[in-house]
C-alpha cells in the first residue's frame, strides 16, 4: 500500500498562491493515478484535480484555470499549485492515490494538511 504524506498547507490572503506537495512511498509509483481532495467543515470530500499515469489531468470546475497538478515520477512527488486563492477554497486537503495491478489494486490517502484563505 502507498503511504502519502502531504505538506505547504498554512494560512494565506485572498489571491495569494500555495503549492501543496505529497510525497508517496513505495515503487510503481509512476503507474498510480494521483489527485488532490478537499474537505471543508459541514461538506463532503471533493476532487479538486487528478492526474493519470499519462499525464492526463483533470480538474473540479471550481479550480480550472487557477489550479495546477503535477507530478515528478522520479522523485515519487505530486504537487497542487493553487494560485488566486479564494476564501471558498478553505479546506482540509489530501492527497490520495489509487495503485492499479501489479502491485494493486489499492487505494491511500495521505493525513491532509490545512489551507485557510482569509483576510
Known amino acids: 500500500q502507498v503511504q502519502l504524506v502531504e505538506s505547504g498547507g498554512g494560512l494565506v490572503q485572498p489571491g495569494e498562491s500555495l503549492r501543496l506537495s505529497c510525497a508517496a512511498s513505495g515503487s510503481i509509483f509512476s503507474n498510480d493515478y494521483m489527485a488532490w481532495y478537499r474537505q471543508a467543515p459541514g461538506k463532503q470530500r471533493e476532487l479538486v484535480a487528478g492526474?493519470?499515469?499519462?499525464?492526463?489531468?483533470n480538474y473540479a470546475d471550481s479550480v480550472k484555470g487557477r489550479f495546477t497538478i503535477s507530478r515528478d515520477n522520479g522523485k515519487n512527488m505530486v504537487y497542487l499549485q493553487m494560485n488566486s486563492l479564494k476564501p471558498e477554497d478553505t479546506a482540509v486537503y489530501y492527497c490520495?492515490?489509487?495503485?492499479?495491478?501489479?502491485?494493486?489494486?489499492?487505494?491511500?490517502w495521505g493525513q491532509g494538511t490545512q489551507v485557510t484563505v482569509s483576510s
Open positions: 490520495y492515490a489509487f495503485r492499479p495491478p501489479p502491485g494493486g489494486p489499492s487505494s491511500s
Open positions: 492526474i493519470a499515469s499519462s499525464g492526463n489531468t
